[in-house]
């Protein structure tokens, strides 16, 4: 799939965007989870598409599984902020991490156990339906090589 993309695209892209979200539950700590699992998937495959010194940005839930994925996808950035847009609603749990100055010598990305796909719902969206994890089953968390 990268592989297309890129072909796509002409080379790597300056940007990622994902607005995607989960299905909610109404449990916010699975809804949570579920929301960082995603915007650890989107981020795999933009470490493959993303060129040096690009920019990401990605919705997530807050909470703190949103702290644990910043906490993973600093390194990669010489920027990396959390955005709460105004319009937001005041109940919404949502926010927006946007990463700048891409390093893609800092190593490659892996699994800690096992890879994980991303399917993308078009070969012309950078949005990607990933499995869908039982409220008890979690995809590990990506780790620097």
Do not use: C
Not at 22 to 42: E, H
Not at 108 to 128: C, I, N
């Amino acid at each position: 799939m990268p592989a297309e993309l890129l072909e796509f695209l002409g080379g790597k892209a300056d940007a990622v965007v994902s607005d995607a979200a989960p299905n909610t539950t109404g449990s916010s700590f699975t809804d949570q989870a579920r929301s960082a699992d995603l915007v650890r998937a989107v981020f795999a495959l933009g470490r493959k598409t993303l060129r040096d010194g690009g920019t990401f940005l990605a919705k997530i839930f807050g909470g703190a599984e949103a702290d644990a994925v910043f906490r993973e996808l600093k390194p990669f950035f010489t920027d990396l902020r959390r955005l709460r847009p105004e319009a937001t609603r005041k109940e919404s749990f949502e926010l927006y991490f946007l990463g700048k100055g891409f390093r893609t010598e800092y190593g490659s990305l892996r699994w800690s156990s096992g890879d994980q796909e991303a399917v993308p719902v078009s070969p012309h969206a950078l949005t990607f339906l990933v499995p869908d994890p039982a409220p008890t089953a979690r995809y590990p968390p990506l780790r620097p090589a």
